[in-house]
């Protein structure tokens, strides 16, 4: 079973530019979310998708946004790219919402973004 | 509002020691907890998972953790350091109360001295 794929790995873009990456879901998995990751402020939680609807975002400016695509397929956009955007990007998914039960985040190897 | 906190950003241990990784969190409701590990240039791996029922918890490669709600504390413990243990690790809590939103703490990397 392939596990969670995200493209590209690396990105290169200059400030005010916009990005988008892509997360492609372990097959079954209706639940995407999506983090940032930095050395000083550890993983924070960007937004979480289920059944192609937001069911929760975090505290990020509007200039980050994502969508949920019919077969689970996600995507996150970075609009008018600012220095500290410079990150890790990393996408989970699980079958459902949240850590109850059996459910387990299953997370990809991220993609890396380079502001400068 | 939940949150998660792990004492020491770096933890060394000489190999063959016993591995004591912190982590307290903050949950108005019985929390779910997992403790994940990120080698380098990877993604999170779940080790371990406590929901309900026993509060000791085994996962992968040895390690373990104890739900102690009295102290809000899921340490993370292996009692034999392994030189493939070294990485960056990661509590997490999630609960009902927050859509079951994950929040991880912001990770403790681990040294293993040969």
């Known amino acids: 079973k392939a596990g969670v794929t995200q493209t590209p790995r690396y990105l290169i873009k200059t400030r005010g530019q916009q990005v988008t990456l892509s997360c492609s879901p372990i097959?079954?998995?209706?639940?995407v979310s999506w983090y940032q990751q930095t050395p000083g402020q550890g993983l924070q939680f960007l937004f979480e998708?289920?059944?192609?609807?937001?069911?929760n975002k975090g505290n990020f400016p509007g200039r980050f946004s994502g969508r949920q695509f019919s077969n689970s397929r996600s995507e996150m956009n970075v609009s008018t790219l600012e220095l500290g955007d410079s990150a890790l990007y990393l996408c989970?998914?699980?079958?459902?919402?949240?850590?109850?039960?059996?459910?387990?985040?299953?997370f990809g190897a991220g993609t890396r973004l380079s502001v400068l | 509002a939940q949150s998660v906190t792990q004492l020491g950003s770096h933890v060394s241990v000489s190999e063959g020691a016993l591995v004591l990784l912190r982590c307290n969190y903050s949950?108005?409701?019985?929390?779910?907890l997992f403790w994940y590990v990120q080698y380098p240039n990877q993604g999170l791996q779940l080790l371990l998972k406590?929901?309900?029922?026993?509060?000791l918890v085994k996962g992968i490669n040895g390690f373990e953790a104890e739900f102690k709600k009295s102290e809000t504390s899921f340490h993370l413990t292996k009692p034999s350091a392994h030189m493939s243990d070294a990485a960056e690790y990661f509590c997490?809590?999630?609960?009902?109360?927050?859509?079951?939103?994950?929040?991880f703490g912001t990770g403790t990397s681990l040294t293993v001295i040969p």
């Open positions: 989970a998914s699980s079958l459902v919402p949240g850590g109850q039960g059996k459910n387990i985040q299953y």
């Open positions: 097959s079954g998995h209706r639940s």
């Open positions: 998708y289920f059944s192609e609807t937001q069911r």
């Open positions: 949950s108005s409701v019985p929390p779910y």
């Open positions: 406590y929901t309900t029922g026993a509060t």
């Open positions: 997490a809590v999630s609960d009902y109360s927050t859509g079951n939103q994950f929040y």
